[in-house]
């Protein structure tokens, strides 16, 4: 037991669940805390020049080192800000963990002050309920130790997710003898982990007897850094791979059984090849309607086999045969030591080998335009260019349709994207954090002009946080997704949607002392991504494209897998 305030036990929490960085932006509600930062050397604090920014950066750290990303934002605004960036995490199951501060409970007139609408005071307990795992605000410094501990349990097992701990001020500031728990019990908490040996065994059976077998593999195998035992399980009994959007990066797209996406901008081979499958085994996917498309249309002749650590998303939006509650990597572990003892490793079948034509045939169909800069000939070129490690992140849009269809990832955790909130905005910033994450390894965004217009501010962050990353705009000057559903399904009937030709994105880099370049063909790009590589500061790319290219594959409004469409 040691006595102390609140900030230093709220510190001390953090080193002991080895925290060593946090991003964000002080103020009023945080002095205290950021005062005894003052004398911490193990946690860096990286000063974000937005909120919702810091949130942003947290969530890239954490998906690309698979650890808890923290953010801090002082009372009222500041706390509202970063609520985009906890409802992007909560959706794709990040574990972010947000640290704010609130005004005191109590005056010095003992009344109390949370609750009478003081300066800079939100109900962020009351805004972030429905978009985080788990929050709470402490009442007394006491309480901070086992607040910090139940916070980042909560945040990290099971299914991830972002948490937030709210701090009034001056729990920060009272002083109170600490306990500090080395683990914490949480009543109706408990994450099933391993899968029930019944449903193993039929799962196994399944899979022997069927056909034309298939794998679905989605964030969940990411989460559960189950890459290794998705491989090898595949490669045993020659299923080919599809992944969700959230997926990609758990099985390597070079990778002769990998199908690339499926969904709504997926693979034509993807969609048109899960359609056949007579059973689809399913990790680590919540079937959302991006990777589906219309329900109804969505595998109709395969039978299911679905693990997922979430009760809650088996059967929610597709009938299943086996439920398997449980994490992905024991279960594709012992799914695997149970067929070992049944087959030889298949070295081919009469369905791979079909899965093979097909895809020599899409590959040889694939379009990438017919003008010299294009943003599938440039994200080919990209993938060139840099090593099977480097991360990509991307923003919201064409651009991030384009790189989930044309980039391939070789490596897990080295594509960093917002999935089910779609947030533009969130490319950069995530660059950022993973950056801090993985120092050694070239971290690029691929955005596009409007995306990277929402956060594009971080330029102050990365330059003089000294975190250098690469930008590279794929600048069409319009909201290019929303401009393309206008063209093809609204007569091109353009609304709200051209960007003009501000700002100078070379210039704009530049006044924030990074690096800007304009690059207008292929040998310009890959020049400038040559010499970005080796530069110790960020670098800004501006690529401008046709503002009528459009992204296909896809889905038609209202549609399913079979209606996929290669152009209209």
């Not at 097992?157 to 972002?162: A, C, E, I």
């Not at 701090?167 to 408990?190: C, H, L, S």
């Not at 758990?250 to 693979?267: A, D, K, Q, R, Y």
Request: hydrophobic share 40%.
């Amino acid at each position: 037991m040691a006595k102390m305030t609140g900030a230093q036990a709220l510190i001390e929490s953090l080193k002991r669940e080895k925290v060593d960085v946090m991003f964000g932006i002080s103020g009023g509600a945080l002095l205290p805390i950021h005062d005894v930062l003052c004398d911490c050397n193990e946690i860096r604090h990286i000063l974000a020049r937005h909120e919702q920014g810091a949130a942003h950066m947290a969530d890239g750290y954490a998906r690309a080192l698979g650890r808890a990303g923290v953010c801090m934002a002082t009372s009222g605004p500041g706390a509202t800000n970063i609520v985009t960036g906890l409802a992007n995490a909560y959706l794709d199951s990040s574990p972010v963990v947000a640290l704010t501060g609130q005004v005191n409970t109590y005056s010095e007139n003992t009344a109390y002050m949370i609750g009478r609408d003081a300066f800079q005071e939100a109900d962020i307990i009351g805004i972030t309920t429905p978009i985080t795992k788990y929050n709470c605000q402490v009442k007394s410094p006491a309480e901070i130790p086992t607040a910090v501990k139940t916070t980042f349990h909560i945040a990290t097992t099971g299914r991830p997710g972002p948490a937030l701990i709210d701090f009034p001020k001056d729990t920060q500031t009272k002083k109170a003898e600490m306990v500090f728990p080395d683990n914490v019990q949480i009543r109706g908490y408990k994450p099933n982990t391993e899968p029930h040996p019944i449903q193993v065994k039929r799962a196994v059976k399944m899979l022997l007897k069927a056909e034309r077998p298939m794998i679905l593999a989605g964030g969940g195998v990411i989460l559960s850094n189950a890459s290794p035992e998705l491989l090898q399980l595949a490669e045993l009994l020659m299923m080919p791979v599809a992944t969700t959007f959230m997926g990609k990066s758990c099985f390597p797209e070079n990778h002769p059984l990998s199908m690339g996406n499926i969904g709504m901008h997926g693979t034509m081979l993807a969609n048109k090849m899960i359609l056949e499958a007579d059973v689809l085994l399913a990790v680590g996917t919540r079937f959302q309607d991006r990777s589906t498309g219309t329900l109804d249309g969505f595998c109709p002749n395969a039978k299911i086999i679905h693990i997922d650590i979430d009760a809650a998303e088996i059967g929610k939006n597709v009938p299943v045969e086996v439920p398997i509650v449980a994490d992905a990597k024991p279960t594709l572990r012992l799914i695997h030591q149970q067929l070992v003892h049944k087959i030889k490793k298949r070295e081919s079948t009469v369905w791979s080998k079909k899965v093979k034509e097909a895809k020599e045939t899409f590959l040889s169909e694939m379009d990438f335009g017919k003008a010299e800069v294009t943003s599938p000939k440039l994200l080919k070129e990209l993938r060139k260019l840099l090593p099977n490690k480097a991360v990509i992140a991307t923003e919201v849009g064409q651009n991030q349709m384009w790189a989930a269809l044309h980039f391939q990832t070789i490596k897990p955790r080295t594509w960093i994207s917002s999935g089910g909130l779609g947030t533009m905005g969130f490319g950069f910033p995530a660059s950022i954090g993973a950056k801090v994450a993985c120092p050694s390894c070239p971290v690029v965004d691929i955005a596009g002009d409007g995306s990277f217009r929402m956060t594009e501010q971080e330029l102050g962050t990365s330059v003089t946080e000294d975190i250098p990353v690469i930008v590279v705009i794929l600048n069409n000057s319009m909201l290019g997704m929303v401009a393309q559903w206008q063209r093809l399904f609204y007569k091109s009937r353009y609304a709200a949607v051209k960007l003009g030709s501000v700002p100078d994105f070379v210039k704009l880099a530049q006044a924030y002392g990074a690096e800007g370049v304009r690059a207008a063909s292929l040998s310009e790009f890959s020049d400038a991504t040559k010499k970005a590589l080796k530069t110790e500061v960020t670098t800004v790319i501006d690529v401008p494209i046709s503002p009528e290219d459009d992204v296909f594959p896809m889905l038609p409004p209202g549609k399913g897998l079979k209606d996929t469409v290669a152009g209209l």
